[in-house]
T-cell receptor, first 115, second 118 residues
Framework: AQKITQTQPGMFVQEKEAVTLDCTYD???????LFWYKQPSSGEMIFLIY??????QNATEGRYSLNFQKARKSANLVISASQLGDSAMYFCAMSPTNTGNQFYFGTGTSLTVIP | GAVVSQHPSWVICKSGTSVKIECRSLDFQATTMFWYRQFPKQSLMLMATSNEGSKATYEQGVEKDKFLINHASLTLSTLTVTSAHPEDSSFYIC??????????????FGSGTRLTVV
């Protein structure tokens, strides 16, 4: 069974500070992809970053970086230099390679950036 | 690139009527599209996987006769909520992966449809 856990229902961060959003996962598949999506109040899902299970280096995309610790099955998202526009829901997701591209989402973390 | 257009963005309908939601891949071919449902302040739950030219695969607990999915072409999948009831009110969102596109680019999501049944 596949499971994604996000233990932080809500987070606050001061503008320009860094914040870490936690994500742990559970899968028996040896090959999988880990994703983070941002969902603003308008509803669309915005792809932020991807980490493959066999990638040796942590993924980075601009202000976003993924702290991938495979042995701990964690894939935390780090947002540096937070901006007011970063306020949104953030979802961690996993897609095992052998499940026909199916995604499994966590319950999400609501991030609020404080000016 | 890899844009998915979803329409309508919101719809209000009377109980007992049917509502059709369209999901189009604008600049790529999508052999597979996924339909999700999201209740307020909750996560996305996969409803079904839509495959071009074949029957959709529904997740356990999703009524096939209520949520009709058609994927008639490589660029269009539709979800029809039949005989809608207030409990069907939710946010519906589709996603697709461009054929041949590296998985690292993620799956593109539509902008979602907020359905309210009154």
């Amino acid at each position: 069974a596949q499971k994604i856990t996000q233990t932080q229902p809500g987070m606050f961060v001061q503008e320009k500070e860094a914040v870490t959003l936690d994500c742990t996962y559970d899968t028996s598949d040896p090959s999988y992809g880990l994703f983070w999506y941002k969902q603003p109040s308008s509803g669309e899902m915005i792809f932020l970053i991807y980490q493959g299970s066999y990638d040796q280096q942590n993924a980075t995309e601009g202000r976003y970086s993924l702290n991938f610790q495979k042995a701990r099955k964690s894939a935390n998202l780090v947002i540096s230099a937070s901006q007011l526009g970063d306020s949104a829901m953030y979802f961690c997701a996993m897609s095992p390679t052998n499940t026909g591209n199916q995604f499994y989402f966590g319950t999400g973390t609501s991030l609020t950036v404080i000016p | 690139g890899a844009v998915v257009s979803q329409h309508p963005s919101w719809v209000i309908c009377k109980s007992g009527t049917s509502v059709k939601i369209e999901c189009r891949s604008l600049d790529f071919q999508a052999t597979t599209m996924f339909w999700y449902r999201q209740f307020p302040k909750q996560s996305l739950m996969l409803m079904a996987t839509s495959n071009e030219g074949s029957k959709a695969t529904y997740e356990q607990g999703v009524e096939k006769d209520k949520f009709l999915i058609n994927h008639a072409s490589l660029t269009l999948s539709t979800l029809t909520v039949t005989s809608a009831h207030p409990e069907d009110s939710s946010f519906y969102i589709c996603s697709a992966k461009a054929h041949g596109r590296q998985i690292g680019y993620g799956y593109t999501f539509g902008s979602g449809t907020r359905l309210t049944v009154v």
